[in-house]
């Protein structure tokens, strides 16, 4: 299995991670961290160094009950950050927006993935964006707003219908001209989810698998690890990588972490016993 990014062709016969980098100042667990740019690229850097390899640029957070950024804010955050990346040229750069300015200024800066964190949400013009530039695109389940999310919770049978969500928009975007091989399939951990929907989703994630498209994981630090274990959010490490571990075993391919040493060391040795391995692989 492969991913397809404009020119670009990550392999995922190995599970690649994506590091996490919010320019932002109010990102649940890292804002306010890398808003000077210099810093931010460094960050990746360092995030690139440790095995990451795709970094995952945001300018306005998504987190429950978060302040709506103006577009030429979020501009502002993510393209310095784009562009100083970019001109490094070690890593597949993916913008992670809810605006098709910010995804189309991001994909001309040098970022070659659109995570669409829209969800429900979706009118369409990521998919025609990602259509036009060749761009892979990264389809996530989620429900209303920032200012919503929270409210909309219901659902009769959560993994069966954001499975069918994920089905039916990677068919809209094979429809709207995204190839089958630039579409990445995320169930949205902590979206318009209760702590029992995320984990009743990781479970039975290899349903989402069985679609046939690459499946990306994000639950890092989330809120649903700290209600579970009682711990805040700069301690949610391990527990991170335990669920981590436990979607690699059900298939999925990309992990998106803040902590790509102890998730790339962890999601190595959990792929050695899947593939029953004891051959070294440097993580
Ligand atoms: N989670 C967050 C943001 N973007 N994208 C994908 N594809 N999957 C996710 O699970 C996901 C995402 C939220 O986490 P974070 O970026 O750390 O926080 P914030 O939204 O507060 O910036």
Redesign the pocket.
Known sequence: MEFRCRDAVLPLDRVAV?G?L?V?P??????GQWIDPTVAVEHALAMIDQGAAII?V?G????PN?VPVATKEELARVLPVIEGLASQGRCLI?I?TRKREVAEAALAAGASIV???LGEESDGSLDEIAARSGAAL?V?HSRGT?ATMRSLVHYDDVVAEVTAFLGRRAGELEKAGVSRDSI?L??????AKTPEQNIALLRELDRIVALGYPV???????SFIGALLGLPVDQRVEATVATMCWAVTKGARIV?V?DVTPTLRAVRMTEAIVAGSSAGSSA
Do not use: I
């Not at 306005?60 to 987190?63: H, I, K, M």
């Not at 995320?186 to 979206?191: A, K, L, R, T």
């Not at 990306?216 to 989330?222: D, F, H, I, M």
């Open positions: 994506m996490v919010n932002t109010d990102s649940f667990s890292d804002g995952d945001g306005e957070s998504t987190r978060a993916s992670d995570n669409d964190t990264v996530m920032p990445a995320d169930p949205g951990f902590g979206f990306l994981v994000g639950t890092s630090r989330k998106r803040h």
